[in-house]
């Protein structure tokens, strides 16, 4: 034992416990995590209800510019514009909405014909629908909004990227209703080739991924980023509020995901189906870049093998998004899909 003197006077130093240190830093560490989780429970509470107060304020601010058409217990949102005959309507891509095609193609269209934009279930405008999300529903779903909406046929159908699953799929199960399809750097099933042996099915139920994915929506955070991650760039100034209201709630997300869970069986219901026969098929695809995207041009190369009757457009100044980087690429695609159809009604019927 060491003593240690000092002023005359003796003074024992005692050791200290190493476990008794150690467990007063646990004790501080976990107060300061109970505290922490406190507070992130009460901002995260504070973040849900002004979401909720901000979704019911869009509500009244931005209604649907469309119907709402009662599919089988849940509504889907369709816009219909213009008039005139084939019926051009257009199937967004993956997680995408009609708004995305109103700001430009969709009025540019309608100079030609009537156009009509839906939102898939869960986007949008539309209520949340069934579970699995995958082409072949879509494709019922479809058909059966234009049948209760009363759009009567023909049609053309547009998809892009991953709307082009779902217009494959409807062509091949309603074909006397399709006169032409244009696919916009559509999906193809031949991107699913290298992953599909192996793949262990995903569930569709709601997972903790899911929650943690939709947390920002359902706190608020992703509805105060949206302007920081630029959601409505590249819309017209009618459109861009109203499609940042509808793109940031937790339906959209979740839906978007549910899409994602889905992708897999979409591209194989799409990939079973092999040809339109001699159904004029164009195919719009993005600008080629040397060197770069040769798979994806190469599948863009391989869809025109669906119809004896197709063609291949490119939009040389875009990417992926051509509604909004080349707008009057895909106007120009439509109007000539469009005219090419009535010609041949016109053949038809003399």
Request: aromatic share 6%.
């Amino acid at each position: 034992m060491q003593h240690l003197t000092s002023l005359g006077t003796s003074v024992t130093a005692v050791p200290r416990n190493p476990a008794r240190r150690w467990r007063t830093r646990i004790g501080q560490i976990g107060r300061g995590l109970i505290v922490a989780l406190g507070l992130l429970v009460v901002l995260g509470g504070v973040g849900a209800v002004y979401e909720s107060v901000a979704e019911a304020a869009d509500v009244r601010a931005f209604p649907p510019p469309g119907g709402m058409i009662d599919v089988g217990g849940y509504r889907l949102h369709l816009n219909c514009v213009g008039a005139g005959s084939p019926t051009v309507v257009i199937e967004a891509g993956w997680g995408d909405s009609s708004g995305s095609w109103s700001s430009w193609v969709q009025p540019g269209v309608a100079r030609t014909t009537r156009v009509c934009t839906y939102d898939r279930a869960g986007m949008g405008y539309s209520d949340s629908g069934p579970l699995p999300r995958t082409a072949d529903r879509f494709a019922r779903e479809l058909h059966t909004l234009l049948l209760r909406a009363d759009v009567p046929g023909p049609y053309v159908l547009v998809g892009h990227s991953l709307g082009g699953l779902p217009a494959r799929v409807f062509t091949n199960q309603y074909p006397t209703d399709v006169v032409g399809v244009v696919l916009i750097d559509s999906m193809s099933p031949s991107s699913a080739k290298s992953s599909a042996s192996g793949t262990p099915a995903q569930s569709d139920a709601p997972s903790i991924i899911d929650w943690l994915l939709t947390l920002p929506a359902r706190t608020g955070v992703l509805r105060l980023l949206a302007g920081p991650l630029q959601l409505n760039a590249g819309l017209s100034p009618e459109v861009a509020n109203a499609y940042t209201a509808v793109s940031v709630t937790p339906r959209a997300l979740q839906a978007g995901i549910d899409e994602g869970k889905g992708m897999p069986d979409s591209l194989t219901e799409a990939g079973a189906v092999k040809s339109f026969g001699a159904l004029p098929l164009i195919v719009l695809s993005r600008g080629v870049i040397p060197g770069q995207d040769q798979e994806w041009q190469r599948m863009q190369t391989e869809l025109l093998e669906l119809s004896s009757n197709s063609q291949q457009l490119f939009a040389d100044k875009s990417g992926h998004s051509i509604q909004f980087d080349q707008p009057e690429a895909a106007v120009g695609a439509i109007e000539k899909m469009v005219e090419q159809t009535r010609a041949q009604a016109f053949a038809a019927a003399r």
